[in-house]
T-cell receptor, first 114, second 114 residues
Framework: NAGVTQTPKFRVLKTGQSMTLLCAQDMNHEYMYWYRQDPGMGLRLIHYSVGEGTTAKGEVPDGYNVSRLKKQNFLLGLESAAPSQTSVYFC?????????????FGPGTRLTVL | AQSVTQLGSHVSVSEGALVLLRCNYSSSVPPYLFWYVQYPNQGLQLLLKYTTGATLVKGINGFEAEFKKSETSFHLTKPSAHMSDAAEYFCAVSEAGGNEKLTFGTGTRLTIIP
């Protein structure tokens, strides 16, 4: 099992460019999450999905879009990147509601927007 | 609404000394509580969790935490610090009974002094 993987590991964008971050999990988990991590602010939830074809907004959704076309993949898109989106992005997955909310995390994507 | 407060963004202890990382939570319903550890340039890894039952929970690497409802606390301890414990630690809370989301504290960076 690879667990949760994220692509790419690093990326540098210019303001206004777009990109998509890919999260994949091979554990057949129902729930998937995208977080951003900024110094002194912990992890903040951007968007999440409770199953294939569903998405919902988290705490800081503005400027991001997501899609969950396949159960194993959760994509995070930035349509027009801004310097405020410079951050480390983590994806996580969770089996279902019966698993006491334990989330499994990917290794992260470090994004810099110039 | 739920929230987490971690007292002390940086904690330094000598190798072999007691580690104590503080976490207080706020939740309108019985909580599930978690401690995650993040080693440099890696994703988050679950250390331990409290869901129901025994209030003293043991985790990996010799860490344990005690749920104290009266104090709304879930402090993390380890009797004897090791150099390999140097990392950032995050406390998190979710609501028992099915809330899909975790709320994280802002993290505590633990430094071990040789």
């Amino acid at each position: 099992n690879a667990g949760v993987t994220q692509t790419p590991k690093f990326r540098v964008l210019k303001t206004g460019q777009s990109m998509t971050l890919l999260c994949a999990q091979d554990m057949n988990h129902e729930y998937m999450y995208w977080y951003r991590q900024d110094p002194g602010m912990g992890l903040r939830l951007i968007h999440y999905s409770v199953g294939e074809g569903t998405t919902a907004k988290g705490e800081v959704p503005d400027g991001y879009n997501v899609s969950r076309l396949k159960k194993q993949n959760f994509l995070l898109g930035l349509e027009s990147a801004a310097p405020s989106q410079t951050s480390v992005y983590f994806c996580a997955s969770r089996e279902d509601l019966s698993s006491y909310n334990e989330q499994f995390f990917g290794p992260g994507t470090r994004l810099t927007v110039l | 609404a739920q929230s987490v407060t971690q007292l002390g963004s940086h904690v330094s202890v000598s190798e072999g000394a007691l580690v104590l990382l503080r976490c207080n939570y706020s939740s309108s319903v019985p909580p599930y509580l978690f401690w995650y550890v993040q080693y440099p340039n890696q994703g988050l890894q679950l250390l331990l969790k409290y869901t129901t039952g025994a209030t003293l929970v043991k985790g990996i690497n010799g860490f344990e935490a005690e749920f104290k409802k009266s104090e709304t606390s879930f402090h993390l301890t380890k009797p004897s610090a090791h150099m390999s414990d140097a990392a950032e630690y995050f406390c998190a809370v979710s609501e028992a009974g099915g809330n899909e989301k975790l709320t994280f504290g802002t993290g505590t960076r633990l430094t071990i002094i040789p």
